[in-house]
């Protein structure tokens, strides 16, 4: 098991910024790859963001297109804690955001093993 638990969701104008900590507790944590997802009503949960862990070497970083040059993925092995910086945020940003773990970088959602609760993001036009 991999308990994480996401902080820094809230609501924010169009244009804003936020960012979302996700905490793991879990001395292993620095080997998965992380990724971000989120799921808005009456939509399918989809991918954000993903960072490779230390087995996958050079801090690899996957994103959607939609978020591309908006957002970035981090993380603080020392903390066992990965970010999620969103910037110009938009309406359609609007979601429940879940970090989730990995052992391999992907952006596939079913290769996540590991969930956190989530925390809502809610961007006001």
């Known amino acids: 098991q991999v308990p994480l638990v996401e902080s820094g969701g809230g609501l924010v104008q169009a244009g804003g910024s936020l960012r979302l900590s996700c905490a793991a507790s879990?001395?292993?944590?620095?080997?998965?790859?992380m990724g971000w997802f989120r799921q808005a009503p009456g939509k399918e949960r989809e991918f954000v963001a993903a960072?490779?862990?230390?087995?996958?070497?050079?801090?690899?970083?996957y994103y959607a297109d939609s978020v591309k040059g908006r957002f970035t993925i981090s993380r603080d092995n020392a903390k066992n804690t990965v970010y999620l910086q969103m910037n110009s945020l938009k309406p359609e940003d609007t979601a429940v955001y879940y970090c989730a773990a990995s052992d391999r970088l992907t952006t596939a959602t079913m290769a996540y093993s590991y969930w956190g609760q989530g925390t809502q993001v809610t961007v006001s036009s």
């Open positions: 960072i490779s862990g230390i087995s996958e070497s050079g801090g690899h970083t």
């Open positions: 879990r001395r292993t944590f620095s080997t998965y790859a």
